[in-house]
């Protein structure tokens, strides 16, 4: 990406070129107004104030861009990504209005993920001014975790295994004074067993680990997020496809979630105490690889059957949320890219959220649907808690029914976390198939900024 810093900067009367939103409604009126060339120049350009159309409007020896949206009246975060997406490298300024929450998708328009091609040094950066120079720094510092969560994702496994995970939170802490700890080899085994069974195949170039992070005053509320470190996911032995394992270096996507939140968490200086979790393995195929039937005790000594190798985020899962619970934490989130299921149900832009407690579920909705992060709730029915039953175990992986996918997963998930705490789970995708506006084709953020606006809004 260009340099973020330089995308929005505050407005001191620079020279820029103007740019201006329409709607379907203000169409008509507004065409009339033109001059009988500027009119001319934008029928030919197909502009009717459609949501992201995009015209060049000539006046006199310069020029102007428009650019369509729903409603002039309620702008979006996504309602000038694609004039900066589009429009020739310049600095902008939108007449008659501040583009508000749009300021962070003409920052994430311009994201491009280059670390293995040549950058393209024939486009410059598209620069917005605005007046409303206190909304810079919060929508700069969104867009970096959203582009942190994209890079993290699209680079390939080979360089984002377990070590690298470690290094990116070694980082995060460093910029923040916040303590790292991390657990492997034998000790993992002992302290971590199911995130040492998931990753023991992977040999000591991927080897597992549980890397933990803890911020801030340990009188303040103590909020800990947990995220999915599955750096590559071959489905054991219970191995995937060709198709289904193409993707599968986006099976960290919950660890990028929750590293790019707790950098927003410690940048902005809530009142929290943060512990961050991430059980990072390799999913491999070996000779020591976990394999149907066999039963491991969980951190905390629940047994467990592994009915499916290729069920094994919630196994890595569950140790980080029993060792999450030990340091009575007033609210657990976690995110995993956990379940085809979810997907099946909501497709690939909602994320699918299941909590304990109703308010909680209802914040992070709200926060979601008020900053273009929309989550959708998916129940935790207690009836089908038999469906986890074992014959030998106290809880088996991955029932073979097929029902309710989703939240079976998210009832085992439930039986780590100790009764009575608020917990929340995202079963997000953490990949874009097809771009939009803003959002560019790969690694996705989302649900990430619902949280985060949550977080903020409970912890602020």
């Known amino acids: 990406m260009s340099d973020k810093h330089t995308l929005i900067q505050a407005d001191r009367g620079q020279k820029a070129i103007d740019l201006e939103l329409i709607d379907k409604a203000g169409f008509a009126a507004w065409a009339k107004a033109l001059p009988p060339t500027a009119r001319a120049a934008v029928e030919a350009q197909k502009f009717e104030g ?36 589009t429009l020739p490298a310049g600095t902008y300024r939108l007449k008659g209005a501040e583009p508000g929450p749009a300021l962070l998708g003409w920052v994430t328009a311009q994201y491009r993920f280059d670390r293995y091609r040549e950058a393209n040094k024939t486009t410059g ?11 810079i720094e919060p929508a700069l510092a969104e867009a970096a975790a959203v582009a942190k969560v994209r890079d993290l994702v699209n680079t390939p496994a080979e360089d984002m295994g377990p070590a690298a995970l470690e290094a990116e939170v070694r980082a995060l802490g460093k910029a923040h004074k916040a303590d790292v700890s991390i657990t492997t080899g034998d000790k993992l085994e002992q302290e971590f067993p199911l995130t040492h069974a998931v990753g023991r195949a992977a040999g000591r170039s991927h080897a597992p680990r549980m890397i933990e992070l803890v911020w801030g005053n340990a ?58 979790l991430v059980p990072a393995v390799e999913n491999a195929i070996a000779g020591n690889a976990m394999r149907p ?16 190798t290729d069920a094994e985020g919630r196994l890595v899962l569950a140790d980080a949320l029993v060792r999450a619970g030990e340091e009575d934490p007033e609210f657990i989130l976690d995110f ?7 997907r099946v149900a909501l497709g690939p832009d909602l994320p699918a959220l299941m909590a304990r407690r109703d308010e909680t579920a209802a914040g992070l909705i709200a926060a979601g649907l008020a900053h ?27 029932p073979s029914n097929g029902f309710a996918g989703a939240s079976v997963a998210g009832l085992f998930l439930d039986r780590f976390v100790p009764s009575g705490f608020d917990w929340a789970h995202f079963d997000t995708f953490a990949w874009r198939p097809v771009s939009k506006p803003g959002r560019p084709k790969g690694g996705e953020a989302l649900g990430l900024r619902a949280a985060w606006h949550y977080l903020r809004e409970r912890f602020g």
């Not at 102007?64 to 004039?83: N, Q, R, Y």
């Not at 950066?125 to 909304?135: E, G, Q």
């Not at 599955?230 to 099976?251: E, P």
């Not at 995993?336 to 979810?342: D, K, V």
Request: aromatic letters at 6%.
């Open 50 to 85: 459609g949501g992201f159309e995009t015209a060049i409007v000539p006046a006199g020896d310069g020029w102007s861009a428009v650019g369509g949206v729903a409603d002039t009246a309620k702008l979006s975060s996504w309602c000038l990504a694609k004039l900066a997406e």
């Open 125 to 135: 950066p598209r620069i917005l001014v605005t007046n409303d120079a206190k909304a």
């Open 219 to 276: 009188k303040h509320p103590r909020l800990a997020i947990v995220g999915k470190g599955v750096c590559f996911d071959s489905g054991g032995l219970d191995i995937k496809s060709a198709s289904g394992m193409l993707l599968m270096k986006k099976d960290m996507g919950g660890a990028a979630h929750a590293i790019a939140l707790a950098g927003l968490v410690m940048a902005a200086g809530l009142k929290v105490r943060l512990h961050l």
């Open 293 to 308: 039937g066999d039963v491991f005790r969980a951190r905390g000594g629940i047994s467990v059957e592994i009915t499916n």
């Open 336 to 342: 995993a890219t956990l379940t085809g299921a979810a």
């Open 372 to 398: 273009d992060d929309a989550v959708w709730r998916l129940p935790l029915p207690e009836p089908y808690r038999e469906y986890l039953k074992s014959d030998i175990a106290d809880l088996q992986n991955s």
